[in-house]
């Protein structure tokens, strides 16, 4: 058995979980709704106020998708509920970002400033002038649009120079040194 798939998801008060023909699986929460269809092999049943996913054989390919299913599952709950956050780190002299309205302005060293627009359910919110923190209910579309805009600018591995994420450590190499 999957070790992650066997767990039930516990869904927490103020949170609904519909669960339509098709595995068209609804949660709502106080933060917000969120609608996706899963796999339709899958077993999916609210049981009072758990959500149980199970799998109809032993296949490799169910195995694999009864993880993933409860696990997706589990990320709409904690959306709704919690909401998903991604911190990004603007490293570089004359680097800097700024927030206008739904519009992320990202000054990155190029002859033009790079002007982003804040996806439908999604905030990006820009603290002092080198960290953008990206919010929403969505972990799939947070993960997304905070690595298009650390694409705009990867970071170097010389000075350490563009957009990073906050926990991401990167490898430094040593420059070349000069002729004696």
Known sequence: ?????RMPIAVPAGVTVDIAENNLVTVKGPKGE???SLPVEMDIKLDGAQVIVSRPNDLKKMKSLHGLTRTLINNM???VTEGYEKVLEVNGVGYRAAKQGKTLTLNLGYSHP????DP???EAVVEGQNKITVKGIDKEKVGQYA???RDKR???????KGIKYADEV???KVGKTGKK
């Open 1 to 5: 058995m999957s070790r992650i798939g």
């Open 34 to 36: 969120l609608q996706k």
């Open 77 to 79: 709950v904690v959306g």
């Open 114 to 117: 790079v002007e982003m627009t």
């Open 120 to 122: 439908e359910g999604l």
């Open 147 to 149: 690595a298009e805009i």
């Open 154 to 160: 990867r970071p170097e591995p010389y000075k350490g």
């Open 170 to 172: 990167i490898r430094r």
